[in-house]
Each structure stands twice: as structure tokens, then as C-alpha cells.
């Protein structure tokens, strides 16, 4: 069975914390640090077209693992962002997502990628 979020945490916690790592995770790092991890996301898409990424993410094996790897990285630095902060991911996904979902009604926002503000 996969780990909920609050599971996946105290295991990062535990592994940050056998690593006297803390010291290092002010929220102003985990902060710069996520960033950094999404970079190494796009990174992996640098000079590729459209089509020649989706080709990789379909069946480039190699591509796919470091893939994985890096939103691993990004989703992890997140959960210890949330657990320095107080704040509860999924929660916050769910309230955001319903957000989304006033900001951009399906009847203004189908078919087109306008900014809300633009709808
Ligand atoms: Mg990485």
C-alpha cells in the first residue's frame, strides 16, 4: 500500500533527522530548494520539441526514471516546505484545485488557455 502524505513525511522527517540535516532546512532553503528541483524538471525538456518529449515520456526508459526522479524531488521538498509550515498539501491541493475551478468555469475557459483575468 502507498504511504499517505502525512506517512511519506515522518519517513522524510526521520531520514532528514538521522542525517542532522534540519540544521540545513531553514524554509528558506526547502523554499530555493524546491525551485531548484523544478528547474532540473525542465532541464530534462531543454532543447526537446513538443513532439520529441512526449515520445521520451512514453518510451524512453531512461528518460521516464529520471523523470520520475525529479518530481520525486520536487513533491518531497514540498512536503517539507508544508511540515515547516504547518500547512496540510492535500488540504491546500483541494482548496486550490476548487479555486481553479471558480477562477476558470468550463463554460468560459474550455478550449482556450486564457489567464482567468482574461476570460
Ligand atoms: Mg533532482
Redesign the pocket.
Known sequence: MKPDHDELTRRLIEFRDERDWRQFHSLKNLVMSAA??SA?IMELTQWKDDEAVERAAQGDTQFRAALA??CA?VFLYLLLICERADIDLTEAAVSKLELNARKYPVEKAKGNAKKYTEL
Do not use: K, L, T
Open positions: 531548484m528541483e532540473e526522479e525529479e524531488d
